[in-house]
């Protein structure tokens, strides 16, 4: 078995979910599927919060939407997990052997809280392995030059996890900004994760908003799609 991960772009569509429920609308999940050759129903989507819960699915997940969820996992083959982003960081766990795969959505709250390092703990429950056999991918998303924070957050990040994350918080002038997709990689490599299996994208969602939805640079309500599973042979 192998693992197919990816992203959408602007161009094929938004995935914001509708009014009355988390998922996306019809014709963008019928666009997707046929893209990748599956069935609609063979999606998982969250609701996604801001939150730190990761929950294992299986089969009966499929089709359906994971109420206040940020990270999904799986070892069940087509079982497409997917996130919805517009400037958080969209991320991709796989073991090396393919057993078990992960999504998960962060943002600075996520992180904060370490949605990250109970994802890892959960693929590799999953997968039957440690973490130096897992594969991270930190899909397109807000990079530190376009994203301003306040000083409460830098405050939040030591208090939490130590001194150490300062170095991911620079000034610009009177701004503060933040590396999320450097403190997401910090976090990955603190789970265990050798910094080899770590794969951040080159790829700013705000300085390259005409590719990528961005709330941040042009308050986009759309959202692109981040998506990964296990094929069968």
């Known amino acids: 078995m192998g693992v197919h991960f990816g992203w959408t772009e602007k161009p094929f569509g938004s995935a914001e979910r509708t009014a009355a429920e988390a998922r996306p609308r019809a014709a963008f999940m019928r666009c997707l599927a046929e893209r990748m050759g599956l069935p609609p129903g063979r999606f998982v989507w969250m609701d996604q919060v801001h939150g730190d819960r990761v929950r294992r699915v299986g089969g009966g997940s499929a089709g359906g939407i994971l109420a206040a969820t940020d990270g999904c996992v799986t070892t069940q083959p ?95 002038g009177t701004r503060l900004k933040a590396s999320l997709p450097g403190i997401a990689g910090a976090q990955l490599k603190t789970a265990g994760i050798p910094a080899t299996h770590i794969r951040p994208s080159r790829h700013c969602t705000a300085c390259d908003s005409s590719r990528y939805f961005s709330f941040r640079a042009r308050s986009d309500r759309g959202r692109f799609a981040s998506f990964i599973f296990i094929s069968t042979p």
């Open 78 to 172: 087509e079982l497409v997990l997917c996130i919805r982003t517009a400037d958080c960081l969209p991320i991709l766990l796989f073991d090396a052997r393919g057993r078990a795969v992960a999504a998960v959505h962060a943002g600075w709250r996520g992180l904060l809280a370490g949605i990250l390092g109970k994802a890892v703990t959960s693929i590799c429950r999953a997968a039957r392995c440690g973490p130096k056999h897992i594969r991270a991918v930190i899909g397109p998303c807000i990079h530190v030059s376009c994203y301003e924070v306040g000083e409460e957050v830098r405050r939040s990040f030591a208090a939490r996890h130590g001194s150490w994350t300062r170095r991911f918080f620079r000034k610009s």
